[in-house]
């Protein structure tokens, strides 16, 4: 059983910046590709950026240059380091780990947080 917990959204100004945190927990051993998804309401969910086990990384064009995705192997943690926050940045976060791999040696695949609320306004 693996979970993935959301933290660090919150109301913050245009020009703001934010760190959203993502921990894996539970019978986690390790996570493969990372990604953070947003949904504003009456939208669709929208991928954010994801960064692969190798470390490689890639942005919506929309975030491009003012969002940064890490991630912390031995920890099962990812992060999103949102800078040059705008107003239409405006939504729920989620972290999605596309492929773990638990303790008993199984991979499970597709485990979403619980999303955290980003609001972007003056």
């Known amino acids: 059983q693996v979970q993935l917990v959301e933290s660090g959204g919150g109301l913050v100004q245009p020009g703001g910046s934010l760190r959203l945190s993502c921990a894996a927990s539970g019978s986690i051993f390790s996570v493969y590709n990372w990604a953070w998804y947003r949904q504003a309401p009456g939208k669709q969910r929208e991928l954010v950026a994801a960064?692969?086990?190798?470390?490689?990384?890639n942005y919506a064009d929309s975030v491009k240059g003012r969002f940064t995705i890490s991630r912390d192997s031995a920890k099962n943690m990812v992060y999103l380091q949102m800078n040059s926050l705008k107003p239409e940045d405006t939504a729920a976060y989620y972290c999605?780990?596309?492929?773990?791999?638990?303790?008993?040696?199984?991979?499970?695949?597709?485990?979403w947080g619980q999303g955290t609320q980003v609001t972007v306004s003056s």
């Open positions: 999605n780990a596309d492929k773990v791999l638990t303790v008993t040696g199984r991979y499970e695949y597709d485990y």
């Open positions: 960064i692969t086990l190798s470390g490689t990384t």
